[in-house]
């Protein structure tokens, strides 16, 4: 099936230790985003990449970092310079183009102790 | 900047009750905006989207929103309530950046709760 996959569901980290999210699509898309929930206060762009290899901070990308070899990938590494890393990370793409829908991946549930 | 401001974090409608939820725009060029429905500890899903042809969508599960440039309103709308509904929904406007892509700002959702 085509799709967005997020991995891992839950992941439990100790302070000041970095973790890397995995997001990977099957639909071909050229654009590919990060986003941070936390309860009332709706979705925040971290990085986001229109092509391979090229990649542009969102509204909150302190504390974070990106890389896109493949046009399938764009894990994202929560460092430990991330002050209040516990939060629900979702992934997104889409194709290029004004309006196109981006999709969404199920989420990683992030919990830092 | 482009922005949503959803009116009423918290929505609690009887089975069978229109549902309303309430957003409004700040643009400054004709917006593309978008419903998103997440159910608990799931991604979003898009119950629809405008952009710029007709100013009443349908979307998904009996959804719709007009369109209002006017009262720079996109208010999401359901005639009848199902458990089901029961979720976050959150309204969007798409930004465009240089390369002509897109990106979403959200506005901060509705939490909607349906009782028997």
């Known amino acids: 099936d085509g799709g967005i996959t997020q991995s891992p569901k839950y992941l439990f980290r100790k302070e000041g230790q970095n973790v890397t999210l995995s997001c990977e699509q099957n639909?071909?898309?050229?654009?590919m985003y990060w986003y941070r929930q936390d309860p009332g206060q709706g979705l925040r762009l971290i990085y986001y990449?229109?092509?391979?290899?090229?990649?542009q901070k969102g509204d909150i990308a302190e504390g974070y970092s990106v890389s896109r070899e493949k046009k399938e990938s764009f894990p994202l590494t929560v460092t430990s310079a991330q002050k209040n890393p516990t939060a629900f990370y979702l992934c997104?793409?889409?194709?290029?183009?004004?309006?196109?829908?981006?999709?969404f991946g199920e989420g990683s549930w992030l919990t830092v102790v | 900047a482009q922005s949503v401001t959803q009116l009423g974090s918290h929505v609690s409608v009887s089975e069978g009750a229109l549902v309303l939820l309430r957003c409004n725009y700040s643009?400054?060029?004709?917006?593309?905006l978008f419903w998103y429905v997440q159910y608990p500890n799931q991604g979003l899903q898009l119950l629809l989207k405008y952009t710029s042809a007709a100013t009443l969508v349908k979307g998904i599960n009996g959804f719709e929103a007009e369109f209002k440039k006017s009262e720079t309103s996109f208010h999401l709308t359901k005639p009848s309530a199902h458990m089901s509904d029961a979720a976050e929904y959150f309204c969007a406007v798409s930004d465009r950046f240089t390369g002509g892509g897109n990106k979403l700002t959200f506005g901060t959702g509705t939490q909607l709760k349906v009782e028997l």
């Open positions: 997104a793409s889409n194709h290029q183009g004004i309006g196109n829908t981006i999709y």
């Open positions: 643009s400054s060029v004709p917006p593309y």
């Open positions: 990449s229109q092509i391979v290899n090229d990649f």
């Open positions: 639909l071909n898309h050229d654009a």
